[in-house]
């Protein structure tokens, strides 16, 4: 999420349903820092920063590393301003919680934003 100029997380549990029913997340800043109680979504409301073109083959699961770049930045600010984290891990594969449909220059934007590029 970008929100102004802060860039916000959204984390999604481990073993969210891929049903299009609202699940509830957690909203974390950049630096790994809660800014909100826990936030209801449903599936078309979020994207993952994962590039979509990995698995288009169908060469089975495979990590995105521009996403895995995102993840380990995270940890290390989050480490750096003494702030506690989940276990963040990144997707091998194409989410089912994950049906916004985000453009490739929005999810380029979002990755240098980050970090990862």
């Excluded at 003494?82 to 979002?110: C, F, G, Q």
């Amino acid at each position: 999420m970008l929100r102004g100029e802060a860039i916000t997380y959204v984390l999604i549990p481990e073993g969210t349903t891929d049903k299009l029913q609202f699940f509830d997340v957690d909203v974390i800043t950049e630096t790994g820092r809660p800014i909100s109680p826990l936030l209801t979504v449903n599936p078309f409301q979020v994207a993952s920063l994962r590039d979509p073109n990995l698995t288009i083959d169908g060469a089975g699961p495979r990590l995105c590393l521009k996403e895995c770049g995102l993840v380990q930045r995270l940890k290390e600010r989050a480490a750096a301003a003494a702030h506690i984290l989940p276990e963040i891990v990144p997707t091998d594969k194409p989410p089912n919680w994950s049906r916004y449909a985000m453009s490739p220059h929005r999810r380029e934007t979002l990755w240098r934003a980050g970090g990862a590029v």
